[in-house]
């Protein structure tokens, strides 16, 4: 299987501040790391992914940065807005149970205005 | 957009009862999933299926069974419920890896549970 840490549980900022969101991650095969996001009431939705052949990818104000050394994935949210309060989630898949994602304990992001 | 509906999206169960939580997908998707929220531990993996009458067991099975009759249909019983099974749960279906696909889930809208 995997294990997969994320911290922090709580993130307060500012809008139009950063948030970043850390987890690692323990099966150095694991190769898939997902970021869904969970709006109050809501189901999570995927919002960005990496794959283990990358170090970076951005999309639409959120950057993905993998480090398969420490094995260590982070999400970061660029110019926060109030829309972006919600439940965090990140995910690792294992080689060895590919189409079973491992997820992490969630993050709840607060912007404040 | 894919879809996958859950129900009941919410009960009350008493400790000791049976509880069968239900989920339908029209994606055509092989894999299903079900996983259970607390405050706290994130999301956690219960059973999953990957061909109809057939289930894997994920993380956390004790306590739980279920049931894929067909690849729409996948379903969650508890044939004894305990208070400590109170949370919500969400299932979940996915093409699978292969192609372009990552294997990415569609959760359904969850199932909240309350055993009293």
């Known amino acids: 299987g995997e294990q997969v840490e994320q911290l922090p549980s709580i993130l307060r900022v500012q809008e139009g501040s950063s948030a970043s969101i850390n987890c690692t991650y323990e099966?150095?095969?694991?190769?898939?790391f997902p970021w869904y996001k969970q709006e109050p009431g809501e189901n999570p939705k995927l919002i960005i992914d990496i794959r283990s052949n990358m170090e970076r990818k951005q999309t639409q104000g959120l950057i993905v940065l993998l480090d398969k050394k420490a094995k260590r994935f982070s999400l970061h949210i660029t110019d926060t807005q109030p829309g972006d309060s919600a439940m965090y989630f990140c995910a690792a898949r294992p080689m060895s149970n590919y189409n079973v994602l491992y997820f992490g304990s969630g993050t709840k992001l607060t912007v404040e205005p | 957009e894919a879809a996958v509906t859950q129900s009941p999206r919410s009960k009350v169960a008493v400790t000791g009862g049976k509880v069968t939580l239900s989920c339908h997908q029209t994606n055509n998707h092989d894999y299903m999933y079900w996983y259970r929220q607390d405050t706290g531990h994130g999301l956690r993996l219960i059973h999953y299926?990957?061909?109809?009458?057939?289930?894997e067991k994920g993380d956390i099975p004790d306590g739980y069974k279920a049931s894929r009759p067909s690849q729409e249909n996948f379903s969650l019983i508890l044939e004894l419920a305990s208070l400590s099974q109170t949370a919500v749960y969400f299932c979940?279906?996915?093409?699978?890896?292969?192609?372009?696909?990552?294997?990415?889930?569609?959760f359904g809208e969850g199932s909240k549970l309350t055993v009293l």
């Open positions: 299926s990957y061909v109809a009458d057939s289930t």
């Open positions: 979940a279906s996915s093409p699978g890896l292969g192609g372009t696909n990552t294997g990415q889930l569609y």
């Open positions: 099966n150095s095969a694991s190769n898939y």
